[in-house]
């Protein structure tokens, strides 16, 4: 057998560093106020739902059109496999619930579609490297909110099915955390001029999700006539301020030109996790 053929025949046998995990989850039976039994909670929580079918359609899509460039890195290969299998499987599963979430006339749907007209327009604009780069910022966003929702949040999810919808979407975000990151990484190195743009689109990212995020739920408030519901929002208020102490600083850790997403350690809030929702053990992969 010919060295190349030897190469190629352990590339095949190289697993993922994570899983691929086909779930089916049905929603029929959910309340129309899943969190915290209140309106500005479940229409947050809702909102940032409607971003995830076409954003992470988007980030599959920023890392295919770059794909072909880390192909004599196989790990990396194999991990950005496994990366998109999971992203492909987060916005079928949201997709899901939001088709379930008509049955309440909030059309959370329209939200979707807005999302995409916008990560469209962004993705005809921006450079590959960019869309990349919105792509490895967004990641480490989420995983920040992903260990605060393992940790805390879940527990005013009062609907166990979406409940496990938020549970098994924080573990293979963490799992998956550093694939986007790392392929960006070697793509272009850790030097400066990878740093500022690194920063500058992470900035954008940051301003544009946290814009789209509260005017969705602002909308959804609205077709639901809760609007003026003060005391909810009172509620609301008082938990964002309680859990932004917390989740500020580790947004911004991603300034430091020495950041990488695996500087924290979320493997046992994982292996919790994973108990929780019952996840198989043959399922269970470590956080590298």
């Known amino acids: 057998m010919s060295m190349s053929a030897v190469k190629e025949k352990s590339k095949q046998k190289m697993p993922a560093s994570f899983p691929v995990r086909r779930?089916?989850?049905?929603f029929q039976d959910m309340p129309k106020y899943w969190c915290n039994n209140e309106s500005t909670f479940t229409h947050y929580f809702t909102g940032l739902s409607t971003l995830f079918p076409e954003g992470e359609s988007y980030f599959v899509r920023s890392v295919r059109a770059l794909r072909e460039n880390i192909k004599n890195n196989p790990q990396l290969d194999?991990?950005?496999g496994a990366f998109i299998g999971q992203e492909a499987m987060h916005s079928k599963e949201h997709?899901?619930?939001h088709v379930s979430a008509q049955q309440y006339g909030l059309d959370p749907e329209s939200l979707e579609k807005a999302t995409g007209i916008i990560l469209k327009a962004?993705?005809?604009?921006?450079?590959k490297k960019w869309n990349l780069l919105v792509t490895v910022g967004l990641e480490h966003y989420t995983a920040v909110l992903v260990v605060e929702m393992m940790k805390n949040v879940n527990q005013l999810m009062t609907d166990k099915t979406i409940r496990d919808l938020w549970l098994w979407h924080s573990v293979e975000e963490t799992e998956h955390k550093a694939v986007a990151y790392d392929m960006y990484?070697?793509?272009y190195g850790r030097g400066l001029d990878a740093y500022i743009p690194r920063v500058a689109i992470f900035t954008f990212s940051l301003v544009l999700?946290?814009?789209?995020?509260?005017t969705y739920q602002f909308v959804l408030m609205s077709r639901d006539r809760q609007l003026l519901n003060l005391k909810s929002?009172?509620?609301?208020?008082?938990f964002t301020l309680q859990a932004y102490r917390k989740l500020v600083p580790q947004f911004f850790s991603y300034y430091r030109f020495d950041f990488h997403p695996n500087d924290t350690d979320e493997s046992e809030i994982v292996a919790q996790t994973k108990v929780k929702i019952g996840l198989a053990?043959?399922?269970s992969t470590f956080i590298h």
């Open 281 to 283: 053990p043959e399922q």
């Open 185 to 187: 990484e070697y793509l």
């Open 95 to 97: 997709h899901a619930f």
């Open 122 to 127: 962004i993705e005809r604009t921006f450079p």
């Open 233 to 238: 929002w009172a509620k609301f208020a008082g």
């Open 209 to 214: 999700i946290t814009l789209i995020s509260n």
């Open 78 to 80: 194999r991990d950005i």
């Open 23 to 26: 779930m089916d989850y049905e």
